[in-house]
Nanobody
Framework: VQLQACGGGLVQAGGLLRLSCKAA????????VGWFRQSPGKERESVAR????????SYVDSVEGRFFISRDNAKNTVYLQMNTLKPEDTGVYYC????????????????WGQGTQVTVSS
């Protein structure tokens, strides 16, 4: 499956952005999807996950209550709504997909999209 991430940009602290991850090539509804970010000088971290099927979600503590992951299987797209953005949210955001078993902490993904830059100014 090919993944295309978009929606990044420059925003002031407190602002919002919505990232999109569009898939092509396979039945996207069968895949768990995750959003990751890599901030300058830091390791890549998982931000949010959504399962196939029921769309169960999980988030890293630092974004809980501010970020929301959702999916529209008819459009083969997963979204990451990012509200009340903070400078520490700055980074390159990647989406990834996998058809393996779901777990709120499982971060094994087979397919990766290119990143989209998110910059939050203070």
């Amino acid at each position: 499956v090919q993944l295309q991430a978009c929606g990044g940009g420059l925003v002031q602290a407190g602002g919002l952005l919505r990232l999109s991850c569009k898939a092509a090539g396979r039945t996207f509804s069968n895949f768990n999807v995750g959003w990751f970010r890599q901030s300058p000088g830091k390791e890549r971290e998982s931000v949010a996950r959504i399962s196939s099927g029921f769309g169960i979600t999980s988030y890293v503590d630092s974004v809980e209550g501010r970020f929301f992951i959702s999916r529209d299987n008819a459009k083969n797209t997963v979204y990451l709504q990012m509200n009340t953005l903070k400078p520490e949210d700055t980074g390159v955001y990647y989406c990834a997909a996998d058809s393996g078993p779901w777990s709120p902490t499982r971060d094994i993904y087979t397919y990766w999209g290119q990143g989209t830059q998110v910059t939050v100014s203070s």
